[in-house]
């Protein structure tokens, strides 16, 4: 794999869960990374300092992916401190599982919000400001494969972030790649949350391995992705779920 050292990565979403692996393992391969947060600062600092330890190079930064002049200036702080960006990450994301018609307008504004127009709005700036030859990957989910009861309105999130990412592939030009990652049941805070033992029994045997991801597993597929070794993948949707779809 083409070395990923001294590449700009900015992760939206990166303070927890697969975002933090993520940075933690670019820096590691000698990536210059931009973790954003939201609301979780503590978080953010603490996965910053351990990559700092480690002689690797980052900043944060709190931008809400949702507001664009948040996005604007998430973008601005990128390329003030590190002079361009190679790869945009758009990592951030709720996931909130009831039945559709337990869903609020408000849990439905919410999610589309983070989830489809917080990828909307970064690429709409990565179109212009995103570095030539540059790599985006959209983390899309492996459940819009399915028909998993109490996802319709984040798999509804997914799918629309997965047609943005093949279209945009076709449009961003530049040398630039675009392609989306859809993990599957992933051991992170965010899918764990009040699920049952058998619940994650019955999701580790729905693929051939039988057992819920890690989220290094999901990390290695994005080195891959943001390597040059993957340039002639784009406009992809690449399932990372272990066979289970």
Not at 90 to 118: P, Q, W
Not at 233 to 242: D, E, F, L, T
Request: hydrophobic share 45%; aromatic share 6%.
């Amino acid at each position: 794999m083409k070395s990923l050292k001294d590449k700009v990565v900015l992760i939206t979403g990166a303070s927890k869960g697969i975002g933090a692996d993520m940075a933690a393992a670019f820096a590691e391969e000698g990536a210059k990374v931009v973790i954003n947060y939201a609301s979780s600062a503590g978080p953010a600092e603490a996965l910053l300092n351990g990559i700092r330890e480690k002689g690797g190079t980052a900043i944060t930064f709190k931008a809400d992916v949702s507001k664009e002049e948040e996005v604007n200036s998430l973008f601005d702080a990128a390329i003030n401190e590190f002079g361009r960006i190679d790869v945009l990450i758009n990592n951030a994301g709720v996931m909130e599982t009831k039945l559709l018609k337990d869903h609020s307008v408000d849990d439905f504004d919410r999610h589309f919000n983070i989830n489809v127009k917080g990828v909307f709005l970064s690429m709409k700036a990565a179109a212009t400001r995103l570095a030539d030859n540059g790599i985006i990957i959209n983390l899309s989910s492996s459940a819009t494969r399915l028909m998993f009861p109490g996802y319709a309105i984040y798999t509804a999130t997914k799918t629309a972030v997965d047609q943005m990412t093949r279209v945009f592939s076709k449009e961003i030009g530049r040398g630039i790649s675009v392609n989306a990652v859809a993990p599957g049941p992933t051991g992170t805070d965010l899918f764990l949350n009040g699920k049952s033992e058998e619940v994650l029994e019955r999701l580790a045997g729905s693929n051939a391995f039988g057992r819920i991801a890690d989220p290094r597993d999901i990390t290695k597929v994005i080195l891959f992705m943001a390597s040059d070794d993957s340039k002639w993948i784009s406009g992809q949707v690449i399932g990372a779920n272990g066979a289970m779809a």
